[in-house]
């Protein structure tokens, strides 16, 4: 799908990349979603040796449909950010901003969210400067535990990299994960701004996976 005229992009760190990556998929807005590292100096970060970085989501979304602002409230509701370190920096609480308009929406929702919890927030706030895509096998990790529905895609996507950085395949790993409806998405997906014929077949291809 190509849809991405006024995009940005948003990288955070909320524990385990798998749970947000789905959630995060399942909204509308999100054009793009991946896991990856950052917040570390280590050089060529993996899963097995990340050293200092921390499990990192980046997110590519459409600012019309979601809002940065919705984003960081979807990013600090859905996680308690100041739990103690465990395994060092693997797990902690990370926002990296890509501006300043970023910067400062950061630190206005951040006095709201500190009310809304009722404690200071410690997350960790830097600009952002990098991050490393993780293993192909943690990208979309829900939706690589049905490879019946992933086979029945290859008519859509021969290519599986282009499955992997689909808005198709957030909204599907999201919904194998329990974000969203069947209808519900049957009918974002049909407002996408995307051909006719490309709407049909991925609402179609959609309705027809099975699990
Ligand atoms: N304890 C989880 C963490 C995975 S997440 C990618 C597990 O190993 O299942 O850190």
Sequence with gaps: ENWQQNMETATFGMGCFWGPEARFGSLA??????????GGTTPNPTYRKMGDHTETVQIDFEPALISYEEVLKQFWRNHYPNRDEYKGRQY???????????????????????????????????????FTLAEERH?????????????????????????????FAARLNGFVKGFGTRDGLRQEILGWPIEDASRKILAETFMSLKW
């Design 139 to 167: 990208q979309k990790y829900y939706l690589k535990r049905y490879p019946k529905a992933l086979a029945q895609l290859e008519a859509v996507y021969p290519e599986p990299e282009l499955l992997l950085d689909s808005a």
């Design 92 to 130: 902690i609480s990370l926002l990296r901003y890509h501006n300043e308009g970023q910067a400062e929406t950061i630190n206005r929702v951040k006095k709201e969210m500190e009310a809304e919890l009722g404690e200071g927030i410690e997350t960790e706030i830097d600009a952002y400067t990098e």
């Design 29 to 38: 807005g999100i054009l793009r979603t991946r896991v990856g590292f950052s």
